[in-house]
């Protein structure tokens, strides 16, 4: 029964239902025979399902009810015939929360006017998303951004993993709904989701366009918030250079630390990102600076194996023997981060959560390597030449 609803079989349907097949039956990845012929579009088996007392309310699969599901795929003949046979248009279930949301993430404008012209609520939200309007904002679907604001959505409402529907729209690159939301009196300082206000979302999704938009309608260079602290820091963890750039000639602060990770000199350090290592250092940032779990920004680097930027590190003056962090020294940070133990491993400077830079090779098996990495042989060199 379900797999004939889904492949759309009407007289395998008819007949399997004069054989007494129970057309409530749950099972598969969609839930029902109703769902699955809603998700395929098959309107006269959903027509003949629900003749046959289909229930409209059930739940099941990904989607949640018939209706969520419809609404996905934008089926408004579909949609029309469950809201015909009393389905309820706020009911929540599924991947994604109502019917509302579902056709709003699949972008289909026709099934949102359709569901907002029966009462279908703008302001519900889902744990994941937030509204509605946030669902819109992160895909990028302008015209019904403009509708779900015509009917009185919330621009400022917090929700979901985003914070607010500016920030989504940040998050997704999609600089018409930025602009939009702005001229609609969006605020450009709020804080909420994950990722802290507008600015740090796009600093750290890479898209340079909307932090010049958001810098011009006067977001704040220096705010804190999210996971990645600043909105430098978040271009940095991104590797995003030309953003990186554009911040610092904004005036951003490039001491400000985040307290778990440190300095962005230090983010741009152990994921390897030389370019922007150069700006930051360019910019003023402190080579010797300490903070986070890394340490300083040799410890960063050393712990990501990324020889360039250790030996732009070292020619900038960085102190091979600062302990700090949660990896002690360099040669700590890189041996735990398997990047070898050269030299005999003749460093036993006790600091970190791993003791020595021998007993935290040990313990990944470095011992047993015959190959000595480069960037410790580095560090080695430079320290044989103070002593």
């Known amino acids: 029964m379900y797999y004939a609803s889904f492949g759309g079989l009407v007289n395998a349907v008819e007949y399997l239902l004069s054989q007494g097949a129970d057309v409530h039956a749950q099972g598969g990845r969609y839930g029902t025979a109703l769902h699955a012929a809603s998700l395929r579009g098959h309107d006269k088996i959903v027509e003949l399902l629900l003749s046959k007392g289909a229930d409209v309310h059930a739940q099941g699969g990904n989607y949640g009810t018939a209706l969520q599901v419809a609404s996905t795929r934008g089926y408004d003949n579909i949609v029309e015939l469950l809201l015909s046979k009393g389905v309820d248009i706020h009911a929540q279930g599924g991947i994604y929360g109502t019917a509302l949301h579902a056709a709003s993430v ?22 994941n998303s937030g509204t509605v309007l946030h669902a819109a904002s992160a895909r990028g679907h302008d015209k019904i951004v403009e509708l779900l604001l015509s009917k009185g959505a919330d621009i400022h409402a917090q929700g979901g993993n985003y914070g607010t529907a500016l920030d989504a729209a940040s ?19 709020a804080q909420g989701g994950n990722y802290g206000a507008a600015l740090q979302v796009a600093s750290g999704g890479g898209h340079d366009n909307i932090v010049e938009l958001l810098l011009s309608k006067g977001a704040d260079i220096h705010a804190q918030g999210g996971i990645y602290g600043t909105a430098l820091y978040a271009a940095s963890v991104g590797g995003h250079d030309k953003i990186v750039e554009l911040l610092l000639s904004k005036g951003a602060d490039v001491h400000a630390q985040d307290g778990n990770s440190g300095t962005a000199l230090d983010a741009a350090s152990v994921r390897g990102y030389d370019k922007i290592v150069e700006l930051l250092l360019s910019g003023g940032a402190d080579i010797h600076a300490q903070g986070g779990i890394y340490g300083t920004a040799l410890d960063a680097a050393s712990l990501g194996g990324n020889d360039k930027i250790i030996e732009l590190l070292l020619s900038k003056g ?11 020294t360099a040669f700590d940070a890189a041996s735990l981060g398997g990047h070898g133990i050269s030299k005999g491993a003749k ?22 390597r015959e190959q000595i990495g480069r960037l410790l042989s580095k560090l080695v060199d430079s320290f044989d030449r103070e002593i």
């Open 106 to 127: 699949g972008g289909h404008n026709k099934t949102v006017e359709l569901l907002l012209s029966k009462g279908a609520d703008v302001h519900a939200q889902d744990g």
């Open 171 to 189: 998050l997704g690159g999609n600089y018409k709904i930025v602009e939009l939301l702005l001229s609609k009196g969006a605020d450009v300082h």
């Open 318 to 328: 960085a102190d091979v023997h600062a302990q700090c962090g949660h990896y002690g």
């Open 347 to 368: 460093f036993h400077a006790q600091d970190g959560i791993h003791d020595t830079a021998l007993k935290a090779a040990s313990r990944r098996g470095q011992e047993r």
